[in-house]
């Protein structure tokens, strides 16, 4: 296959990369904390851990399940926000031969009732602040091991204002039920005390369960294998490597403020952050921007990975203009599309374009990227990654000439496994050679530089989170009154697009108040609909199916008008 792209890379970048040099991402992970062992792999709270501890509390962890005795590839959920525990257990987890299932800790009691029945999760290490959720769910789709991590986990010794912070922070911790639940604190100590048998582990064995609606809305998980993972940091670290230079970000300070549950951060805040030996700061609650600006204020960020929605805040924040840009080297922008007015002011700002890239759950996340010594925003997604090949599909799967719109499809070591336990869904988003057909229309030119124009499906971003809009359409059908419903999204300066719902009342009493109060319970933030709108009845195909689309178009042209 012809990849005209190639001829465009900076100089540095390689056409391709082995990740068969590690024997798996936990030996990539292994290596990076024996190389950087004396370096600063995470800070939070104004505390740190050095490579060296971080690589000893995995391996207390990775004892501790694996006296567990549980067989290979089990599950082992992780619900937290960006606190130290969350890398700890993840390579302690990843070391014990187990599988790691991410979890929004903001789900609400069916979604993560959900996610728990679907990945079989028989171990969950879950925040404090987020066990009353779990303790909704039914005993029986709960995971028979419950770890509670709390907010001072990890950080030591305590000076005054930072024991008064975690005790503030503990006080908000609703009222749980779990009577089975261990401490964290357990877990390192009963650990750090037991024999740890490294196991065997493949670079084709599932590393990671990323839970996402691919192609329909129902949430499932994207199977992402050792490889798939090891593939992708050296692919990114390969883009990355005419900014970061011979030491390859070495020593570097990343600001995580995006949610390791997130593929993408997860990705480049933590796999590729931990690879390369940068010190990543943990930013606990993202929308906190004055909690993000004093800690970009005590640790100049070299490198900044972000979604529209936070470049945006942060650009109209009272303390960002004021702070130092001189160490930042390099800006991500991933999630969902960046606003070219937001990417405009922020190299304005900060003296640096956005590089924003392209990725889905499915390819571990990041297919295309453009160059990251660019010196300006482009508004397209760029070239693909090294050992990547991108065709633009028509009918039949057919490769469409370059200028021609079609679907985007993807081929390359960093595409999943497959769909957890869901093989009818597997087959139906790949092409008989191999890509994976990304649902986004795209137009690629003569050059290989890709630019989307449209979403063959109805998923909404929101602030960099995918919402499916059959989700939330069978949460509102249930709710008494509703006759019919129909969702879809419209574009927003705050987060990128909203949700927005149209309902058909079966029930003159139904307010919107109540719809709000219904979806409260059963939705999670980013899920509820900003607008809400009653209507006498919704337009319908001759099948009877919702026409979405039609109505989203009228809307637009409605907010133009």
Known sequence: ???????????????????????????????????????RALVFMGRHLTYAELDRHANAVAAWIQSLHLPSGTRIALMMPNVMAYMVVLLGALRAGTIVVNINPMYTGPELEHQLRDSDADVIFIFENFAATLSKVPVAARPRHIVLVSVGNLLGLKGMILDFAVRHIKRMVPRYNLDNAVRLEHVLQQGAAAHFVKPSIAMDDIAVLQYTGGTTGVPKGAMLTHRNLVANVLQVLGVARPVLGDRQGEGMVILTALPL?????????????????????????????????????????????????????????????????????????????????????????????????????????????NPTNASSYSGDIGYPLPSTDVVVLGDADRAVPAGEAGELA????????????????????????GFFKTGDIAIMNAEGRVRIIDRKKDMILVSGFNVYPNEVEQVVSQCPGVRECVVFGLPSEQTGEMVVLYVVKDDLTLTEQTLRDWCRQRLTGYKRPHVIEFRKELPKSSAGKLLRRVLRDEALEESVA
């Open 1 to 39: 296959m012809l990849k005209p792209w190639l001829q465009h890379y900076p100089d540095g970048v390689p056409s391709e990369v082995n990740p068969d040099l590690y024997e798996s991402l936990v030996d990539l992970l292994d290596q990076a904390c024996v190389k950087h062992s004396t370096k």
């Open 410 to 433: 993807i081929r390359g070591p960093q595409v999943m496994k497959g769909y957890w336990q869901r093989p009818d869904e597997t087959w139906a988003s790949m092409t008989s050679d």
């Open 261 to 369: 549950y997130h593929i993408f951060a997860l990705m480049v805040c933590g796999l590729f952050a931990a690879h390369a030996g940068m010190c990543s700061v943990l930013i606990a609650d993202p929308r906190k921007l004055d909690t993000i600006v004093a800690a970009w204020r005590s640790d100049p960020v070299n490198i900044f990975p972000s979604v529209n929605t936070l470049f945006n805040g942060l650009l109209n924040h009272r303390g960002f203009a004021g702070l130092d840009f001189s160490a930042l080297r390099l800006c991500f922008g991933g999630g969902s599309a960046v606003q070219r007015a937001v990417a405009e002011k922020w190299q304005q700002t900060t003296g640096l374009p956005i590089i924003e890239g392209y990725g889905l759950s499915e390819t571990s996340p990041v297919a295309l990227v």
